[in-house]
Antibody
Framework: EVQLVESGGGLVKPGESLRLSCAVS????????MNWVRQAPGKGLEWVSS????????YYADSVKGRFTISRDNAKNLLFLQMDSLRAEDTAMYYC????????????WGQGTLVTVSS | VMMTQSPATLSVSPGERATLSCRPS??????LAWYQQKPGQAPRLLIY???TRATGIPARFSGSGSGTEFTLTISSLQSEDFAIYYC?????????FGGGTKVEIK
């Protein structure tokens, strides 16, 4: 069974940092591209960042470029999102999601981890 | 690519047909996916490649379209289908989602 489990969310102050993790199981992690998608409370879905199978290609939304860093550890089946200089508008549920190599559709999702940025 | 979904809310009786629209601001070929999200849950992939059902998705869900006009049809709404539906294009970076259509019980 494919499983994606996010962790690392919490309450932080503006300007602080947080590192999210996504532990995966049930599939060969190194053969899938991965993504982070967020959803502010009561709002729609917003793509945040994507990473290719070996991490050679990374992509970011303009809203997080320069502040967030996506990475992965294929040996440990882990996906990460380092979030620096957090802002109130980064408050959201953060989901990790899997993509097939040939297309950036999101075929499996985790249950999310909540990030709240507030003073 | 901006993704425009309509209507924002669709009120449908159980057993009726629901038709949801998604229009990208430029042509995306058939690189479009549909997702279903229920309250408190993560989104679930329904359709990809504009018309291919994902694994385990019932046949009452169908997708059509290409270029700049796409449709998700639910042929006979079941109680478990009342949810929010999002489209997403994966033809260009950045990946973009529509604002969603909420399908509610009439």
């Amino acid at each position: 069974e494919v499983q994606l489990v996010e962790s690392g969310g919490g309450l932080v102050k503006p300007g602080e940092s947080l590192r999210l993790s996504c532990a995966v199981s049930g599939f060969t992690f190194s053969t899938y591209s991965m993504n982070w998608v967020r959803q502010a409370p009561g709002k729609g879905l917003e793509w945040v960042s994507s990473i290719s199978t070996i991490g050679s290609n990374v992509y970011y939304a303009d809203s997080v470029k320069g502040r967030f860093t996506i990475s992965r550890d294929n040996a440990k089946n882990l996906l990460f999102l380092q979030m620096d200089s957090l802002r109130a508008e980064d408050t959201a549920m953060y989901y990790c999601a899997r993509s097939v190599v040939t297309a950036w559709l999101l075929d499996s999702w985790g249950q999310g981890t909540l990030v709240t940025v507030s003073s | 690519v901006m993704m425009t979904q309509s209507p924002a809310t669709l009120s449908v009786s159980p057993g009726e047909r629901a038709t949801l629209s998604c229009r990208p601001s430029q042509s995306i070929s058939i690189n479009l996916a549909w997702y279903q999200q229920k309250p408190g849950q993560a989104p679930r992939l329904l359709i990809y490649g504009a018309s291919t059902r994902a694994t385990g998705i019932p046949a009452r869900f169908s997708g059509s379209g290409s270029g700049t006009e796409f449709t998700l049809t639910i042929s006979s709404l079941q109680s478990e289908d009342f949810a929010i539906y999002y489209c997403q294009q994966y033809n260009y970076w950045p990946l973009t989602f529509g604002g969603g259509t909420k399908v509610e019980i009439k």
